[in-house]
T-cell receptor
Framework: DGGITQSPKYLFRKEGQNVTLSCEQN?????MYWYRQDPGQGLRLIYY???????QKGDIAEGYSVSREKKESFPLTVTSAQKNPTAFYLC??????????FGPGTRLTVL | LAKTTQPISMDSYEGQEVNITCSHN???????ITWYQQFPSQGPRFIIQ???TKVTNEVASLFIPADRKSSTLSLPRVSLSDTAVYYC???????????FGTGTRLKVLA
């Protein structure tokens, strides 16, 4: 089956820790994205990547980092510099000019 | 990238047609209008996309007038399972960036 997967589904982090959220797709899409969603709010773009070994900051990149070493993978690291990381994180992929396909999301909670 | 404006919430009854209007005054010539549906704790799902006039698929219709300053998503005969948040966004052809607004929370009542 083709699709996009995220892991883990739930993640708990202590303050001051870095955590990495996984995103994998087997749709052969060039572009991948990370969004953050807070309760009752829309999606905000964190980072996006148009092609392997290249990525751009979105609207709220501070406190986050990404890598794109493989076409299939676009992991997101939430660093200790992110002051309010508790949120629902969504990964997506697409080909140019076409719809985005979203993963199931990771809910991150800071304890 | 064009910003979009939509109503925060709407209520409807089962079996009715629902129309959600989105304003996009500064849409660019090569922007497409795209609608997504999101259920709680899930990723958004693509519904429909259009450039002008009318587009119809198996779940919805999209109406975009000639001036392209607004668009309307039409959901025929909604059911309880259509209760969700609906997002209108402008997508610029040739780029990879999508801008999501706060969406319209549709509640379908029995």
């Amino acid at each position: 089956d083709g699709g996009i997967t995220q892991s883990p589904k739930y993640l708990f982090r202590k303050e001051g820790q870095n955590v990495t959220l996984s995103c994998e797709q087997n749709l052969n899409h060039d572009a991948m994205y990370w969004y953050r969603q807070d309760p009752g709010q829309g999606l905000r773009l964190i980072y996006y990547s148009q092609i392997v070994n290249d990525f751009q900051k979105g609207d709220i990149a501070e406190g986050y980092s990404v890598s794109r070493e493989k076409k299939e993978s676009f992991p997101l690291t939430v660093t200790s510099a992110q002051k309010n990381p508790t949120a629902f994180y969504l990964c997506a992929s697409s080909i140019t000019g076409d719809e985005q396909f979203f993963g199931p999301g990771t809910r991150l909670t800071v304890l | 990238l064009a910003k979009t404006t939509q109503p925060i919430s709407m209520d409807s009854y089962e079996g009715q047609e629902v129309n959600i209007t989105c304003s996009h005054n500064n849409i660019a010539t090569n922007d497409y209008i795209t609608w997504y549906q999101q259920f709680p704790s899930q990723g958004p799902r693509f519904i429909i996309q259009g450039y002008k006039t009318k587009v119809t698929n198996e779940v919805a219709s999209l109406f975009i007038p000639a001036d392209r300053k607004s668009s309307t998503l039409s959901l025929p005969r909604v059911s309880l399972s259509d209760t969700a948040v609906y997002y209108c966004l402008a997508y610029t052809s040739g780029t990879y960036k999508y801008i999501f607004g706060t969406g319209t929370r549709l509640k379908v009542l029995a």
